[in-house]
């Protein structure tokens, strides 16, 4: 299948400190792409779709300021979690669609202290 | 409203098949999904299915949809230690932006 990759797999950062996240496809390129947050031993929540070109769209509930998404390209889309706390420790994972199949990046886990 | 169900967990000894159910409530569905997950990855997409079939079989994995009773299974024969991992049922409902809805996932345990 399809190559989504993620970076950084792993980050610690201090609290109120900025962290980027990238998720490209390697081999294909995605109009739409996804970013999910998961937490232990539960399922995925998705936080916002991401399309080239134009503004994310986020789900109800998770802040628009606080998680920056940018999709530059068709091949990269970006997600900063601003001034990050504790709460903010997650799994992110994101995916890229290819119609009608979705591929997902190996995830990034976010740990702040 | 829209619902994926699974069961969390189920367990087999190597070389058995392995039945994992899910059931959805929305009938706009358009594809369903199984997605393998180990522990600290991503997820990996194993098969996807179109809503108008019935059955898709790819070497050892088996899907059957009853799209009746809003019933998606997926079948692994001769299940190995290496299939222990979590599973994820999910769905893409028509007119959605494209986003999968997930279940919480089936934690499939392989004895040997």
């Known amino acids: 299948g399809a190559v989504v990759s993620q970076h950084p797999s792993r980050v610690i950062c201090k609290s109120g400190t900025s962290v980027k996240i990238e998720c490209r496809s390697l081999?294909?390129?995605?109009?739409?792409m996804f970013w999910y947050r998961q937490f232990p031993k539960q399922s995925l929540m998705l936080m916002a779709t991401?399309?080239?070109?134009?503004?994310?769209?986020?789900e109800q509930g998770v802040e628009k300021d606080k998680f920056l998404i940018n999709h530059a390209s068709l091949t990269l889309s970006t997600l900063t979690v601003t001034s990050a706390h504790p709460e903010d420790s997650s799994f992110y994972i994101c995916?890229?669609?290819?119609?009608?199949?979705?591929?997902f990046g190996p995830g990034t886990r976010l740990t702040v202290l | 409203g829209e619902d994926v169900e699974q069961s969390l967990f189920l367990s087999v000894r190597e070389g058995d098949s392995s039945v994992i159910n899910c059931t959805y409530t929305?009938?706009?569905?358009?594809?369903l999904y199984w997605y393998k997950q180990e522990p600290g990855a991503g997820l990996q997409l194993l098969t996807y299915?179109?809503?108008?079939?019935d059955m898709k079989q790819d070497q050892r994995l088996t899907v059957l949809l009853n799209k009746k009773d809003k019933h998606l299974s997926l079948r692994i024969a001769d299940t190995q230690t290496g299939d222990s991992a979590i599973y994820f049922c999910?769905?893409?409902?028509?007119?959605?932006?494209?986003?999968?809805?997930f279940g919480k996932g089936t934690k499939l345990s392989v004895k040997p």
């Open positions: 995916s890229a669609q290819t119609p009608p199949m979705e591929f």
């Open positions: 299915i179109f809503s108008n079939m």
């Open positions: 929305d009938s706009s569905s358009t594809y």
């Open positions: 991401s399309n080239e070109g134009s503004k994310a769209t986020y």
């Open positions: 999910a769905e893409k409902l028509l007119g959605s932006q494209g986003n999968l809805i």
């Open positions: 081999d294909f390129q995605a109009t739409t």
